[in-house]
C-alpha cells in the first residue's frame, strides 16, 4: 500500500523571524564564483553569538576562537556513585565492592547503577524494565527477579542485603552505613 502526500498549492510560509538574520557561508569563493574543479567541501553548521564578526572569525591568518565538532568534546568526567561498599562508574563501566571489581553482564550492571543511582527508592519491576530494559521489552518481572538474584550473589553475603525486596512492589537500594570491617546486619 501506497500513501500519496497532497502537493502543495499555497506559496511555503515566510521563514521565522529569528531564522532571517542567519547568514549562509557557501563554497562560492571571494568573488561569488564557484569553480567546477574545486574540491568538495563539507558543511557545518557553526552557532556564534550574536554580533560576532564573520570575518574575524574565519579571517586566514588572524586569531581564532576554538571551534571543535560537538562531538569532539570532552565529556565531562562521571563521577562514582555508590556509598563507601559499592561503587559504580558508569563512565568506566566498572562496579566494585570493597575494592574488588565485579564481573557483571550489560544488564547486571545497568541495573546494579540505576538501584544505586537512586538510593532508598522503591523501584517497581515494571519500571525496573523500563528503565533497564527499555520500554519495548517484552517480558515480565520474572527476568527482573531473575538479575536481582544474580546480582545479590555477585555482591556477596556481606552486601547482598544492600538490594531490598519490598514484598508485592519491587526493589530498593539501601547503602551500607557500617564501618568496614563490622559485622554485617542480617536483614530478611
Same mark, same amino acid.
Given at each position: 500500500?501506497?500513501?500519496?502526500?497532497?502537493? &502543495?498549492?499555497?506559496?511555503? /510560509?515566510?521563514?521565522?523571524?529569528?531564522? *532571517? $538574520?542567519?547568514?549562509? @557561508?557557501?563554497?562560492?569563493? =571571494? !568573488?561569488?564564483?564557484?569553480?567546477?574543479?574545486?574540491?568538495?567541501?563539507?558543511?557545518?553548521?557553526?552557532?556564534?553569538?550574536?554580533?560576532?564578526?564573520?570575518?574575524?572569525?574565519?579571517?586566514?591568518?588572524?586569531?581564532?576562537?576554538?571551534?571543535?565538532?560537538?562531538?569532539?568534546?570532552?565529556?565531562?568526567?562521571?563521577? &562514582?556513585?555508590?556509598?563507601? /561498599?559499592?561503587?559504580?562508574?558508569?563512565? *568506566? $563501566?566498572?562496579?566494585? @565492592?570493597?575494592?574488588?571489581? =565485579? !564481573?557483571?553482564?550489560?544488564?547486571?550492571?545497568?541495573?546494579?547503577?540505576?538501584?544505586?543511582?537512586?538510593?532508598?527508592?522503591?523501584?517497581?519491576?515494571?519500571?525496573?524494565?523500563?528503565?533497564?530494559?527499555?520500554?519495548?521489552?517484552?517480558?515480565?518481572?520474572?527476568?527482573?527477579?531473575?538479575?536481582?538474584?544474580?546480582? &545479590?550473589?555477585?555482591?556477596? /553475603?556481606?552486601?547482598?542485603?544492600?538490594?531490598?525486596?519490598?514484598?508485592? @512492589?519491587?526493589?530498593?537500594?539501601?547503602?551500607?552505613?557500617?564501618?568496614?570491617?563490622?559485622?554485617?546486619?542480617?536483614?530478611?
Amino acid at each position: 500500500m501506497t500513501t500519496a502526500l497532497p502537493s &502543495r498549492t499555497t506559496p511555503p /510560509a515566510a521563514p521565522p523571524a529569528e531564522t *532571517r $538574520r542567519l547568514q549562509l @557561508v557557501g563554497d562560492a569563493g =571571494l !568573488d561569488g564564483t564557484t569553480s567546477p574543479a574545486a574540491p568538495r567541501l563539507v558543511s557545518y553548521l557553526v552557532l556564534v553569538p550574536e554580533g560576532t564578526d564573520l570575518g574575524d572569525l574565519f579571517a586566514k591568518d588572524g586569531p581564532r576562537p576554538e571551534i571543535r565538532p560537538v562531538g569532539a568534546m570532552a565529556p565531562a568526567a562521571a563521577p &562514582r556513585i555508590g556509598d563507601g /561498599a559499592v561503587q559504580v562508574d558508569p563512565a *568506566r $563501566r566498572v562496579a566494585e @565492592v570493597d575494592g574488588r571489581q =565485579l !564481573d557483571l553482564t550489560y544488564l547486571e550492571f545497568a541495573l546494579l547503577a540505576h538501584l544505586v543511582r537512586h538510593p532508598h527508592q522503591v523501584h517497581t519491576r515494571e519500571r525496573l524494565v523500563a528503565a533497564v530494559w527499555g520500554y519495548d521489552h517484552v517480558g515480565d518481572g520474572r527476568t527482573v527477579d531473575v538479575h536481582i538474584a544474580r546480582l &545479590r550473589r555477585k555482591l556477596g /553475603a556481606a552486601h547482598r542485603h544492600t538490594i531490598v525486596t519490598v514484598r508485592r @512492589v519491587g526493589y530498593k537500594y539501601v547503602p551500607d552505613r557500617q564501618s568496614p570491617g563490622a559485622i554485617p546486619r542480617h536483614r530478611p
